[in-house]
T-cell receptor, first 109, second 112 residues
Framework: DAKTTQPPSMDCAEGRAANLPCNHSTISGNEYVYWYRQIHSQGPQYIIHGLKNNETNEMASLIITEDRKSSTLILPHATLRDTAVYYCIDWDAGNMLTFGGGTRLMVKP | EAQVTQNPRYLITVTGKKLTVTCSQNMNHEYMSWYRQDPGLGLRQIYYSMNVEVTDKGDVPEGYKVSRKEKRNFPLILESPSPNQTSLYFC???FGPGGEQFFGPGTRLTVL
């Protein structure tokens, strides 16, 4: 079973920031926080990952709380093409990659 | 172009007829894995491979076989497909177990 908890769905207005939350209540010290997304039935796409510090790349920013029990993925200027299911995953090298239900983000005009 | 390819993309078959879904990556990745995706159940890992000739079971390995004779290829074999294996299948690869995983486009399998 997935170890993370995400809201099943969210809406966001086009051009606005999309903030997707994730709870990691059982995350262990050596597990990274990973975010992927899946557009329709395409293969999942890696977005970003982090351990303790906040991270930013060309796609998104990742904010991890100090206790690491929660994280937020931020898409700074959401577009219609960002409509997808977003998955957060706790993962270390010794475990399987387990995808939960994810958050279905709908970006609306 | 760096990519993971899967073939076939769509397949309709009958119960008991052996089939193979191929997966190939051109990124010299050591780690490869197979997932199936079903409505309401999310993505579940079937098998993974840390390197050539090294494979291990994932979360739902029953009814599947894999092989890793070459670094670039990781075929998924269904010796005797059954209707409960009707699903959307994804292959993925990465340099190691951590880091960015690259997923293939998916294979939609229907077993009648």
């Amino acid at each position: 079973d997935a170890k993370t908890t995400q809201p099943p769905s969210m809406d966001c207005a086009e051009g606005r920031a999309a903030n997707l939350p994730c709870n990691h209540s059982t995350i262990s010290g050596n597990e990274y926080v990973y975010w992927y997304r899946q557009i329709h039935s395409q293969g999942p796409q890696y977005i970003i990952h982090g351990l303790k510090n906040n991270e930013t790349n060309e796609m998104a920013s990742l904010i991890i709380t100090e206790d690491r029990k929660s994280s937020t993925l931020i898409l700074p200027h959401a577009t219609l093409r960002d409509t997808a299911v977003y998955y957060c995953i706790d993962w270390d090298a010794g475990n399987m990659l387990t995808f939960g239900g994810g958050t279905r983000l709908m970006v609306k005009p | 172009e760096a990519q993971v390819t899967q073939n076939p993309r769509y397949l309709i078959t009958v119960t008991g007829k052996k089939l193979t879904v191929t997966c190939s990556q051109n990124m010299n990745h050591e780690y490869m894995s197979w997932y199936r995706q079903d409505p309401g159940l999310g993505l579940r890992q079937i098998y993974y491979s840390m390197n050539v000739e090294v494979t291990d079971k994932g979360d739902v390995p029953e009814g599947y076989k894999v092989s890793r004779k070459e670094k670039r290829n990781f075929p998924l074999i269904l010796e005797s497909p059954s209707p409960n294996q009707t699903s959307l299948y994804f292959c993925a690869s990465s340099f190691g177990p951590g880091g960015e995983q690259f997923f293939g486009p998916g294979t939609r399998l229907t077993v009648l």
